[in-house]
């Protein structure tokens, strides 16, 4: 099987902090075959200036206002030539030997690409390993969505959709619910794909959340009481964790994933 061409969309925001350091661990991938865009929601402080500098690096960059993450993703994928598109967000970094590991596993068959992340604590630098979920349950409760570890064919995409651009907290579990309920291919990729340094919307609140999981699970033909019973599980889940941080924040994960 050829190598595939992949295709990164990297979003960012007034991310002059981390941009560069997302960009370098793209660049530096030992894999040739690598189309980078950027998609930039209209930065000022310094993250323009700093993607300038690697202009020629950057196969794509827009720079303009948008609707949200998801609405960003989107432009990135529109944009986007290769046989599998990946995302990497400006906070985050991609792991040395990552972009050869996701072409290891091409077949020309699979539709999503599942590999593996580190949730980074990058204040402590704890890491710890969440393995991908494989299958996604009507009350999706314990879902391992790992997004970045993820690259979806642009012809899956073409065929299913993109990201719903109304909601703003778990438009990449929706989308690979859509995926999955639509019989697209999934394999697991063995492999660290991504450092995910944690916090950012990740790290809203519940309740914040609470009317775009009804949607999410009305819209993938579940019933208002699968909601509440999605609903009451993580919250239920939300408070323990709460309790499980007066032994620090790190704590918690130490108890439910593994060391990479």
């Known amino acids: 099987m050829p190598q595939p061409k992949i295709s990164i969309v990297t979003i960012c925001y007034n991310s002059a ?16 075959k690598l189309e980078l865009i950027v998609i930039d ?18 196969d794509t960059c827009v720079s303009e206002p948008d609707k949200g993450i998801s ?9 986007a030539t290769g046989d599998l598109i990946g995302i990497l967000n400006s906070d985050d970094v991609m792991l040395p030997g990552a972009l050869s590991a996701v072409a290891e596993a091409y077949d020309g068959e699979t539709d999503v690409y599942r590999g593996c992340m580190q ?18 349950p009507k009350i999706p409760v314990i879902v391992h969505v790992c997004h970045g570890g993820t690259f979806i064919t642009r012809e899956a995409y073409k065929s299913e959709g993109t990201y719903d651009v109304t909601m703003k907290f778990i438009m990449d579990l929706d989308l690979l619910t859509r995926f999955y309920n639509a019989g697209r291919r999934f394999k697991y ?4 794909i991504e450092a ?6 990740t790290n ?14 009305l819209k993938n033909g579940g019933s208002t009481l699968r909601f509440y019973l999605y609903y009451s599980t993580l ?24 060391k990479p």
């Not at 990729?189 to 660290?192: C, G, R, S």
Request: aromatic share 12%.
């Open 235 to 258: 919250w239920f889940q939300d408070n323990v964790k709460k309790l499980l941080n007066i032994f620090g924040e790190d704590f918690k994960r130490k108890l439910r994933y593994r």
């Open 71 to 79: 609405d960003a993703f989107n432009k990135g994928i529109a944009h």
């Open 119 to 136: 949730l980074w604590n990058a204040e402590t630098n704890f890491k710890v390993r969440e393995t991908p979920s494989m299958r996604i």
């Open 41 to 58: 929601g209209g930065s000022t402080d310094g993250t323009l200036q700093i993607l300038d500098e690697y202009k020629d690096y950057i």
């Open 189 to 192: 990729v063995d492999a660290d």
């Open 204 to 217: 809203s609140p519940l309740r914040a959340k609470k009317d775009e999981m009804r949607r999410f699970i």
């Open 196 to 201: 995910f340094r944690i916090g950012g919307v």
């Open 17 to 32: 902090r981390t941009i560069a350091e997302a960009l370098d661990s793209v660049i530096t991938q030992d894999y040739p």
